[in-house]
């Protein structure tokens, strides 16, 4: 199994920046690919950014598109996402996710979680 563990969240203002870390432990050499997902109160969970762990393509939400960046470190088997430009919107607990075998924006095919750190956008 592979175990999550955010950290990053907090308080900011709109406009300001943030940056999420996840560190993945366990049995690391079975991840394909990462996610981040967010879930904002009262909101389903939606994508946010993905990337491959051995080759590093990446994926986003059009709704961060141009602000967020997702990159992995192989070496600390971490992942972050970078986060600029933040809107109130942007506000939710935020989650990273590992798949053995996909990429993309289903949160239904990553089957390893983090708890989930909170990022509030202030307006």
């Known amino acids: 199994q592979v175990q999550l563990v955010e950290s990053g969240g907090g308080l900011v203002q709109a406009g300001g920046s943030l940056r999420l870390s996840c560190a993945a432990s366990g049995r690391t050499a079975s991840i394909y690919g990462m996610g981040w997902f967010r879930q904002a109160p009262g909101k389903e969970r939606e994508f946010v950014a993905a990337i491959t762990w051995r080759f590093g393509t990446t994926s986003y939400a059009d709704s961060v598109k141009g602000r967020f960046t997702i990159s992995r470190d192989n070496a600390k088997y971490t992942v972050a996402l970078q986060m600029n430009s933040l809107k109130p919107e942007d506000t939710a607990v935020y989650y990273c996710?590992?798949?053995?075998?996909?990429?993309?924006?289903?949160?239904?095919?990553?089957?390893?979680w983090g708890q989930g750190t909170q990022v509030t956008v202030s307006s």
């Open positions: 996710a590992a798949s053995p075998n996909y990429d993309g924006s289903y949160d239904r095919w990553y089957d390893a």
